[in-house]
């Protein structure tokens, strides 16, 4: 039915993120939407959410007439999630509370890694 949300809010621009940063060369809106798994979202849809990606800084837009226009993330993957967690905690009411709540969830591996990382980090010092 014409009009029926197939997704939830925000949900397409995720999974084309996901699929920007999978590859690194520059993409056509056609060469994104053969790569959906799920329902393929109409060529328009998928030009608005690039658009609304490249307007928020996400994606950047080269090519000089539309059947050449590609885009690809401004940014890695890894890059966007440390910025969106950093951001949350500059968000949180108390800071201290928000990263003891966030260690809190995290498996012995994460916790290993993030040791790991901390001692890399002092012994530069």
């Not at 994606?59 to 999630?81: M, N």
């Not at 966030?102 to 001692?119: N, P, R, Y």
């Amino acid at each position: 039915m014409a009009g029926e949300r197939t997704r939830e809010r925000g949900e397409l621009e995720g999974e084309v993120m996901r699929l920007l940063w999978k590859h690194v060369d520059p993409m056509s809106a056609r060469d994104l939407q053969d790569l959906f798994t799920g329902p393929v979202p109409a060529y328009t849809t998928l030009l608005t959410a690039l658009t609304r990606l490249e307007k928020k800084g996400q994606v950047i837009r080269s090519g000089d007439s539309p059947r050449k226009v590609r885009f690809q993330a401004s940014r890695s993957g890894e890059d966007f999630t440390s910025d969106s967690m950093l951001s949350a905690l500059d968000r949180a009411g108390d800071r201290h509370a928000a990263l003891l709540a966030f260690a809190g969830t995290l498996d012995d591996d994460d916790v290993a890694l993030l040791k790991s990382a901390f001692g890399r980090k002092s012994s530069k010092r």
